[in-house]
Antibody, heavy 120, light 107 residues
Framework: EVHLVESGGGLIQPGGSLRLSCAASGFTFSNYAMTWVRQAPGPGKGLEWVSGISGSGGGTFYADSVKGRFTTSRDTSNNTLFLQMKSLRADDTAVYYC???????????WGQGTLVTVSS | EIVLTQSPATLSLSPGEGAALSCRASQSVGSSLAWYQQKPGQAPRLLIHDASSRATGIPARFSGSGSGTDFTLTISSLEPEDFAAYFCQQRRNWPLTFGGGTKVEIK
């Protein structure tokens, strides 16, 4: 069974840095692109694609809103996906989901999400 | 960037009724469109991928149709557990984008 478990969220001051991790199990990690999607807190908030990475890790893609501040990477030996976030802003406050899939396959399995709150 | 517009924003229906949710793309996405269901406090769940293919374990009352720029998610007869938010998403072009969502609420 596919499992994705995010960790690393929390309260961080504006301008700070945080690294999210996503532990993957139940599938051959290197065979799949992976994606980060976020959702601002509150009713009626939508989903925003943040970043994607190829199965090999050789290709990474970012939303304009995070380009230059966020870096996605993966450790295939430990089946772990990372999102390094720096220069965090209040509008980065969201639940961050780790998701299997991307441009080559649908977003078929989602983690439970980890909340990042950027506030002084 | 491909913009996905979902309508209506809210659909008020009773259990047993049918629902039709629309997703319109600002340019063609071919059949690279998916639908997700999200309940409060939960992660989204994939319902439909590639416009019309049901994901594993999804009941047959959910169906997807369309191609190019116009897509529909149909729920043939609403069960109590179907009252939730629904999002469409395209993976034809970067960046991947989501629609703003349709909330299906109990009338």
């Amino acid at each position: 069974e596919v499992h994705l478990v995010e960790s690393g969220g929390g309260l961080i001051q504006p301008g700070g840095s945080l690294r999210l991790s996503c532990a993957a199990s139940g599938f051959t990690f290197s065979n799949y692109a992976m994606t980060w999607v976020r959702q601002a807190p509150g009713p009626g908030k939508g989903l925003e694609w943040v970043s994607g990475i190829s199965g090999s890790g050789g290709g990474t893609f970012y939303a304009d809103s995070v380009k230059g501040r966020f870096t996605t990477s993966r450790d295939t030996s430990n089946n772990t996906l990372f999102l390094q976030m720096k220069s965090l802003r209040a509008d980065d406050t969201a639940v961050y989901y780790c998701v299997r899939g991307g441009w080559s396959s649908p977003l078929d399995y989602w983690g439970q999400g980890t909340l990042v709150t950027v506030s002084s | 960037e491909i913009v996905l517009t979902q309508s209506p924003a809210t659909l008020s229906l009773s259990p047993g009724e049918g629902a039709a949710l629309s997703c319109r793309a600002s340019q063609s996405v071919g059949s690279s469109l998916a639908w997700y269901q999200q309940k409060p406090g939960q992660a989204p769940r994939l319902l439909i991928h590639d416009a019309s293919s049901r994901a594993t374990g999804i009941p047959a009352r959910f169906s997807g149709s369309g191609s190019g720029t116009d897509f529909t998610l149909t729920i043939s007869s609403l069960e109590p557990e179907d009252f939730a938010a629904y999002f469409c998403q395209q993976r034809r072009n970067w960046p991947l984008t989501f629609g703003g969502g349709t909330k299906v609420e109990i009338k």
